[in-house]
């Protein structure tokens, strides 16, 4: 509860005036009544491992702690946490894809979280595993990514994607070529926004650019952003097209998991517990996905088709876009796919036996592009039986089937007999605490305060547009009034 909202609370209900101080000391006593004194979670942390791997068997929770001498009481550093059942369910069904990213604790004591999430069959995010670490740096990522990669496996070729942070970039360039980076664009484009300006026309380019499927439509639209803005474009062209440009993709899931934030990734509830002290917000996290499991299979038991709700609705639209193409049979099971619009020179090749078309749609996302649509009704079959396995509902059973076991409480949980867990130092940073965080220049704002885009403001002094009273280059008149006239454009 925001501490505004305590104060106004209390004076309604008791008509009593509250300071500052005395609402921040109401709050801490109310959640130290629910959820006890974060400093004592930290001591009950082994106990709450030792009985989730009671339960959950060949789940993984790791802590580190510090401590430099053992005279010295056993700090709290981090904490990982991936259960068998999440883990083996991400394994049966989900595309090899998954997005990392962290966001900070609003707990006493500082610190991160970081999350390592995937895409189930309907194409919803699937949290694999968390962890609370003392910063984001480039060790605490790589201890991150090491226990992922250890409990997932690194038999297949893993995807990750993330933003442009510095100790990550550096964590994943060692660990090429066994893993495939991939960048966030939401994040590209908001750098090459904040450098070289906005607008419709660029936006909509760098967006068509990463989602060019062949080289030759990458390369055409590249030269379009070379004309309209050419400090943009050299900059697009010092990033590896291999990060962030379907053209040169070798896998991807669809095209929406490329364009969304990561930070998406953090489900609402997942939001909800990172303002709750340490053992509290795993918890939370676990109950979360114990819930998610149960009410997921019991869907999954109902699905009927060969595909899942979401990936069919994408389906149809890609079915209505092939009704503006017509497939030539060359043989066989291929056929010629040229546009019914002579003006429109485009022509591809799709292969139904070999489930591939030259615009490499199909081969990237295993669903069929709208030329191989075309090509399916002239042979007269449903492009459904033509789509991967990964949107099919019996993955998505695969992924849920297996339940997430229940615990104890804590007066029941096996205790560990090792010295108490103290929590971590929390640095204070110079200066004033910030009240909100740092936004994109497109992010949304807070709708109670004014926006001075798309406005002009007119001078009070002189009566020109673009400067007010307080900045206008000449002479002050005196004895005028001080007032700021807005005008909307």
């Known amino acids: 509860m925001r501490l505004a909202t305590i104060i106004q609370t209390i004076q309604d209900k008791y008509m009593a005036n509250v300071s500052v101080g005395k609402a921040y000391w109401v709050r801490r006593k109310a959640r130290e009544e629910v959820h006890g004194r974060a400093i004592q979670q930290y001591a009950k942390l082994r106990d709450y491992c030792a009985e989730i791997l009671r339960t959950n068997l060949r789940s993984k929770l790791s802590i580190i702690v510090d401590r430099p001498l053992l005279t010295h009481q056993p700090r709290f550093m981090r904490m990982y946490m991936c259960l068998d059942s999440v883990k083996q369910g991400f ?15 609003k707990g006493d004591h500082g610190q991160q979280l970081l999350i390592a999430v995937g ?45 442009q942070q510095k100790g990550l970039m550096q964590v994943f360039a060692e660990m090429e070529p066994s893993v495939e ?54 900059k697009l062209m010092g990033v590896d097209p291999k990060l962030w440009t379907k053209s040169h993709f070798t896998f991807m899931a669809k095209s929406d998991m490329l364009m969304n934030n990561i930070s998406e990734a953090f489900n609402g509830r997942i939001l909800e517990a990172r303002d709750k002290p340490i ?10 996905w114990m819930s998610r499991f149960a009410e997921k299979k019991k869907k999954a038991e109902k699905y009927e088709g060969s595909i899942l709700p979401k990936p069919k609705k994408m389906l149809d639209v890609i079915a209505t876009r092939s009704m503006e193409w017509n497939a030539r049979w060359a043989g066989e099971l291929k056929f010629e796919v040229h546009h019914k619009n002579r003006m429109i020179m485009e022509r591809f090749v799709v292969d139904l036996l070999a489930g591939t078309c030259s615009c490499r749609f199909w081969d990237l996302s295993g669903m069929p592009c709208s030329h191989a649509c075309s090509a399916i009704f002239e042979k007269g079959d449903n492009p459904e039986e033509y789509c991967s396995n990964y949107y099919s509902p019996t993955a998505y059973l695969a992924i849920y089937g297996k339940s997430i076991a229940p615990i104890n409480g804590e007066n029941m949980w096996p205790k560990v007999n090792c010295d108490n867990i103290i929590p971590p130092i929390f640095r204070v940073k110079h200066g004033r605490p910030r009240m909100v965080w740092i936004r994109e220049p497109d992010e949304n704002r807070s709708q109670t305060k004014y926006k001075r885009t798309g406005t002009s403001v007119t001078c009070s002094n002189c009566g020109q547009y673009g400067h007010n009273r307080r900045h206008c280059p000449n002479p002050i008149v005196s004895g005028t009034s001080y007032f700021i006239v807005v005008s909307y454009c």
């Open 181 to 234: 980076h991939r960048l966030c664009l939401r994040h590209l484009y908001a750098n090459c926004k904040k450098a070289y300006g906005g607008g419709t026309v660029l936006r909509d380019l760098i967006l068509s650019i990463a989602k060019a499927i062949y080289v030759e439509e990458w390369e055409r639209r590249m030269n379009l952003l070379k004309e309209k803005n050419r400090d943009c474009y050299d």
């Open 119 to 163: 895409r189930d069959p309907n194409d919803n995010y699937f949290p694999i595993a968390v962890a609370a670490v003392e910063a984001e740096t480039k060790d605490s990522w790589g201890w991150f990514l090491d226990l992922l990669l250890d409990d997932i496996g690194e038999s297949r070729r893993w995807i990750f994607m993330s933003d």
């Open 279 to 288: 053992l509290t917000m795993f918890e939370r996290i676990r109950c979360y």
């Open 91 to 105: 394994l049966a069904g989900c595309r090899p894809i998954i997005g990392v990213d962290g966001c900070h604790l």
